[in-house]
């Protein structure tokens, strides 16, 4: 707090030296990534492209990976089984449905104590 008032009192700017969020293209990422697997130091090509070493190092390891930087967030296609399946008792064995009785019994219990403490 003091040294905030003493920089608003003077006048006084610190430098921010973060360096602020880029988005970079696929084809700048290539070229970055071909430059440090022909032999290039990080450092050299971190002073010339404005980026961090350990972006290029990122980079790099997708690359290998990989082989391009193609963004497949959210890209996943569909599932192929749908997660809650339909069961049938018939061709459960005695065990199977005894267990399965017991998880439904358990199930039941959980929704029980749920309602009994949203009531309190």
Do not use: C
């Not at 350990?54 to 980079?59: E, L, N, V």
């Not at 290998?64 to 193609?70: A, C, M, N």
């Amino acid at each position: 707090m003091i040294k905030l008032i003493y920089y608003s009192l003077f006048s006084i700017q610190k430098e921010d030296k973060r360096m602020s969020y880029k988005k970079h293209t696929k084809e700048f990422k290539e070229k970055v990534a071909k430059a440090y697997l022909g032999g290039a130091r990080p450092s050299d090509l971190a002073a010339k492209y404005e980026i961090n070493n350990t972006q290029i190092f990122r980079w790099t390891q997708k690359w290998k990976e990989k082989g391009s930087f193609e963004d497949r967030r959210g890209k996943r296609g569909k599932r192929k089984k749908p997660l809650v399946t339909k069961i049938d008792k018939k061709e459960m064995t005695k065990d199977e449905y005894i267990a399965y009785l017991e998880m439904e019994l358990g199930i039941l219990k959980y929704i029980a104590f749920l309602e009994r403490k949203s009531q309190k």
